[in-house]
């Protein structure tokens, strides 16, 4: 094995695990503060990818200027599917919940399939490939991590410096004292989940510009990132980039050396065992 | 009168492949043989489901038992008879090695439906992986043995499955039947409320589970053969990971989980919906049968959040009754 390719797919994992960290921190977010994991989410991003698509490539939009479009839509969207699918069944049992979210997956998947066909649609983007070291990286890759970053800090200063934000952990850290409290809790849920769409749909531009997307781009992204918020532990944004790290660099890194699904197997296997033996995340403290 | 509508009932779907069904005989049979497999692998889920084991990888068990028997079959000729054991033990032995530290680590709600979710899509993608043997995603199809071979479990006639199928899933309503009258019930009814509490009084929390867990999984690993050797062609998509996964539970939880046949109604009402679609929009407009199918499952739950039969059979019972309402 070249070193070189081993130390290409470790710095591209590094890569993958910050536009990764976005989505697990915007799942980790929602199902923190409103305590439901929205099977749908990477369904959502999906949505993104395609408003990205079809404003450049349609409508002739410049990038950045689809990029905020797609955020805006899918925030849009983020706090529709609460309003819509979610408040209602609130206080359901849990599995109600999942499954809600889980009938949404199918809607959502099936649908864009009926609109856009199966096809496979890429932007084809004519961005510089560069060499560093004798390593090829790509430059989208090198932006969607930049940009990850950005997004990641500004969440962070969002939740710490306003008053909204402030409440928003403070729901996540105990719902019923927030609502004794006077807490409007049905307005921190509805901008928590605008957020979380948010990430989504910035998750989506940043992709598009890296993959191609079609109707089951969820599929592959989708467990894995609940896997990544879990592990990364509830409520804890540091830990939710430490686990999108690893997650991606045994997935980045494995699938060099073996296969892509032996690599995947490897990343679930350590998720299960993680769970096991650390259920309240690797960098969790424990209740 | 239970008794007696349940053998006219028995009656019934003995007599059903000689129905007078229309020209679409063998299709309608074909669905009824459907709904019993799946019936059985929902009354299966069910077993761990009703206790809060909510898994969301019972596709896992489908996989192991499909691709077990198919690949002995196809590769050293084994029958399934003798396969089939070996898919179990394979099922009872994953239930046991991922099972015992889920339960003694106390992984619970939303993270054993993560951890399971997980496992289902271990054993998918590692069907994938070994390509060689399982075909990869382009599936799997089992070896013909032609139109009648009994060693083989393969019959061209359907009425000979509908009856297979028909005996497996009574087999799983007398499990689920016996677990319901039976000390676990009350042990893991009392565990799903409060684990704790629970093992306090001494109820031994852990082998509890797990015994519900492998006796799940046993059956739905026997859901998995037996839909391996009716469709004689098998795909990891629709045998194992998320999809399918969901797809149980969806039918579990839109019958009711409660009930002894909630299971199995969800699942003839999901197959049903589907196969009415799919007929309805063939093959144009693609997608479009899958969005109202999953636009009525969100609308299902957000309406009849105790599933159509379970709602029904709690407004059957909201009627007076004299001697029951004493015995509480």
Request: charged residues 10%.
């Amino acid at each position: 094995m070249d070193p070189i390719l081993v130390a290409e797919a470790a710095v591209n994992g590094i890569l993958l695990g910050g536009v990764l960290a976005l989505l697990a921190l915007g799942l980790n977010l929602i199902f923190g503060v409103v305590d439901i994991v929205w099977i749908n989410y990477v369904e959502l991003v999906m949505l993104g990818m395609y408003a990205v698509y079809w404003l450049v490539t349609a409508y002739g939009w410049p990038l950045p200027l689809a990029a905020l479009a797609s955020v805006a839509l899918v925030a849009v969207l983020g706090a529709l599917v609460h309003l819509l699918i979610i408040a209602p069944i609130l206080s359901s049992p849990p599995v109600n919940q999942l499954l809600a979210t889980g009938g949404l997956l199918f809607f959502l998947q099936s649908f864009a399939t009926f609109l856009w066909a199966t096809d496979h649609r890429s932007l084809r983007l004519a961005l510089p490939i560069l060499d560093v070291f004798g390593m090829f990286l790509s430059f989208a890759r090198l932006l969607a991590f930049a940009v990850s970053l950005l997004a990641m800090l500004g969440l962070y200063l969002f939740l710490t410096r306003t008053y909204i934000g402030t409440a928003i952990r403070a729901v996540s850290q105990d719902r019923e004292a927030m609502a004794l409290m006077g807490a409007d809790t049905r307005r921190v849920y509805l901008v928590t989940s605008g957020i979380g769409g948010a990430m989504a749909g910035l998750a989506g531009a940043l992709l598009i510009i890296q993959y191609s997307v079609h109707p089951y781009f969820g599929a592959a992204f989708g467990p894995l990132t609940f896997m990544i918020c879990v592990l990364g532990g509830l409520g804890n944004m540091v830990g939710a980039v430490v686990a999108s790290l690893l997650i991606s660099e045994v997935i980045s890194v494995g699938g060099i050396i073996t296969s892509t699904e032996m690599a995947y197997v490897v990343a679930f296997v350590i998720f299960i065992v993680a769970m096991f033996v650390r259920p309240e995340g690797i960098l969790g403290r424990r209740e | 009168m239970t008794r007696l509508a349940a053998l006219l009932g028995l009656a019934l779907l003995g007599l059903f492949p000689w129905l007078p069904l229309g020209p679409a005989r063998l299709y309608i049979l074909h669905v009824a043989v459907l709904i019993l497999i799946w019936g059985f692998v929902g009354t299966a889920w069910a077993l761990m489901g009703r206790f809060g084991l909510v898994s969301l990888g019972h596709g896992a068990f489908l996989g192991l038992g499909a691709y077990t028997t198919t690949l002995l079959w196809n590769f050293w000729g084994l029958s399934p008879w003798i396969g089939t054991p070996v898919a179990v033990a394979g099922a009872v032995l994953l239930a046991l090695v991922f099972g015992y530290p889920c339960f003694r680590f106390r992984v619970v709600g939303h993270y054993f439906a993560l951890v399971t979710l997980a496992l289902g899509e271990v054993i998918r993608l590692l069907i994938i992986a070994e390509r060689d043997w399982t075909g990869g995603s382009l599936g799997l199809t089992l070896k013909d043995a032609g139109t009648f071979n009994l060693a083989a479990i393969q019959f061209a006639d359907k009425r000979i499955f509908y009856f297979v199928a028909l005996a497996v899933w009574l087999v799983g309503l007398a499990v689920w039947w016996r677990v319901d009258r039976s000390m676990t019930r009350s042990a893991l009814e009392a565990i799903g409320e409060d684990e704790t509490a629970a093992a306090s009084v001494g109820i031994p929390v852990t082998r509890f589970k797990l015994r519900i867990t492998v006796v799940s999984a046993a059956l739905t690993a026997v859901g998995g053969v037996l839909y391996a050797q009716y469709m004689t062609y098998l795909n990891q998509g629709t045998l194992a990971g998320i999809g399918v996964s969901l797809q149980i539970v969806f039918a579990v939880v839109l019958g009711g989980m409660y009930t002894l046949l909630g299971p199995t109604v969800g699942t003839a009402i999901t197959i049903a919906l589907a196969e009415y679609l799919r007929v309805v929009f063939g093959v144009k407009l693609l997608g479009m049968a899958d969005t109202i199918y999953g636009l009525a499952l969100i609308l299902i739950i957000i309406f009849l959040p105790a599933g159509l039969y379970g709602g029904l059979a709690a407004l059957a019972q909201r009627r007076p009754r004299p001697a029951r309402a004493l015995a509480g």
